[in-house]
């Protein structure tokens, strides 16, 4: 199947600018989730449906390229232009000598503030040696130790809460020798194997594996907290199986999460799934289960070039995601479709090399999409959708003499599910205990422990939200 990555898309998108600024891909073009193994699938009686996560659509903001102080635009620039001088559309021929170098940390303040202020969760990744100018768990020329330490700081005390870190492998720029910590050397044709090109096309899954794991290993000694990671552009294009094995393999091992998920690909066809992929599922009746979970963008960069040299035009921008009726957009249209609605955009991007033009997009975004469906939708962080659908997926349901019995592998909060209804009440049992579910005004009620008739009352079916816990669980009507 075809592949399709992110700077491809973003290439795509910008040569278009001129005519329509937000192209799709042609429609035809085959869902650029990969088709890689799945792994075990359990029972599911299909009388009970898994909706979404306290009846809400989950809406999360993925940030690309973000690292310490380091303007990855201007330091990635030179690099990609000498790795592929003959790269179309002038992608690398842009004044990025007159570029700051920093993205300073008032701008990470700024931007965390309002994100707070705004209920908005997300990824921000940490490239652990951007674009090769220092290492953030040792050093960073050209900027001092208590510099490096302010900057860590900052995101640990305001960004954490509300982002999930992911290192952006190595370098984002040339291919690290994991024994040496130097870059590879030039290749005989003069070419250089770089993190987004394809290194990944002749290793094993090990190989792979090994180099995931280094970039963790290298957020793990910053001591931040990271259950998943983001590819570089078209990191692991070649080798699509390898990638979600051996980023399993590399995230338990590193760190030990129980769910592991990762983000690379970008979905934007609304004729395809925005859900998440639950991938290389294996043990999942046992006490030991394990999965990855690939959760896509449902949109490209919609700030505009990742590189922050042309940011989008704001009102324009703002429209085609969330129209001023809330009634079109990308991504109205998939909230209404009730997929997750996961945006991105490239931290230098964001920045726009100090102009705020992108920035004010997305505030005027987050402003409409909270505005329009502040109800029906849920910011999530990505640890907590790749749990939800690591349990939507591999749950047991079964459904006997009117009881729905659950075998949960992992447990996970808000869990929400529509279940046919027998009695005007419902009990919930999970560890031993019973409990009464209490029926709530409305879906927009819903909250854990509660429960509301589904459509009409001829229906017969309810909808149930609460925390699922990890091992049997039953709902049986009283
Ligand atoms: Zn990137």
Redesign the pocket.
């Known amino acids: 199947m075809p592949s399709f990555d992110?700077r491809q898309f973003l290439a795509l998108t910008s040569s278009a600018a001129a005519g329509s600024l937000y192209v799709t891909g042609p429609s035809a073009q085959a869902s650029p989730m990969p088709e890689v193994d799945l792994g075990e699938r359990p029972q599911q009686d299909p009388k009970v449906v898994v909706l979404n996560p306290h009846g809400r659509v989950p809406v999360s903001f993925i940030i690309?390229?973000s690292t310490c102080l380091v303007n990855?635009g201007y330091f990635c620039l030179p690099q990609f232009k000498e790795a592929w001088p003959n790269r179309k559309n002038g992608a690398y021929d842009k004044p990025w000598k007159t570029w700051p170098r920093e993205i300073p940390d008032s701008f990470v303040r700024e931007f965390g503030e309002f994100c707070n202020e705004h209920g908005v969760k997300g990824k921000y990744?940490i490239?652990p040696y951007p674009a090769c100018v220092g290492w953030l768990d040792r050093s960073l020329p050209g900027w001092s130790r208590r510099d490096l330490r302010a900057s860590l700081d900052l995101v640990r005390k305001l960004m954490l809460p509300n982002w999930d870190i992911h290192p952006?492998m190595i370098s984002?720029t040339r291919v690290i020798d994991i024994k040496s910590g130097r870059p590879l050397p030039q290749n005989a044709d003069g070419s250089y194997w770089m993190e987004?090109g394809g290194w990944c096309a002749s290793r094993s899954r090990d190989e792979i594996a090994n180099y995931i794991a280094y970039a963790l290993q290298l957020i793990k000694n910053l001591d931040l907290p990271c259950e998943g990671f983001?590819?570089?552009?078209g990191f692991g294009n070649p080798a699509k199986q390898h990638l979600s094995k051996g980023g399993l393999q590399a995230i338990r091992s590193v760190l030990g999460a129980e769910v592991p998920h990762y983000f690379k690909y970008v979905v934007t066809n609304i004729a395809h799934s925005t859900q998440p992929q639950v991938e290389a599922a294996r043990g999942i009746s046992g006490d030991a289960a394990e999965c990855i979970v690939n959760i896509p963008s449902c949109t490209g960069d919609y700030l505009g070039t990742?590189d922050g040299a042309s940011p989008n035009p704001t009102a324009e921008t703002v429209e085609a995601h969330v129209s001023a009726d809330f009634q079109s957009g990308r991504l109205v249209d998939v909230i209404r479709k009730g997929e997750p609605a996961c945006f991105l955009t490239?931290w230098p991007g964001m920045y726009a090399n100090g102009t705020g033009i992108a920035f004010n997009t997305f505030k005027e975004t987050v402003k409409r999409l909270n505005a329009g469906f502040k109800d029906r939708i849920r910011w999530m962080k990505l640890t907590e959708i790749a749990r939800y659908w690591a349990a939507k997926e591999l749950t047991e349901i079964t459904l006997r003499d009117d009881i729905v019995h659950l075998g949960a592998p992992f447990a996970t909060k808000g869990f929400t599910i529509e279940i046919p209804r027998t009695r005007p009440a419902l009990t919930l049992r999970q560890s031993g205990t019973a409990h009464r579910l209490t029926r709530a005004e409305s879906v927009r009620e819903l909250r854990p422990g509660t429960w509301v008739p589904s459509g009409d009352a001829e229906a017969k079916r309810a909808i149930v939200c609460f925390d699922l816990e990890k091992g049997e669980t039953t709902i049986a009507p009283t």
């Open positions: 992110r690309d390229d990855m990744s490239v952006e984002h987004n983001t590819t570089p552009g990742w490239h």
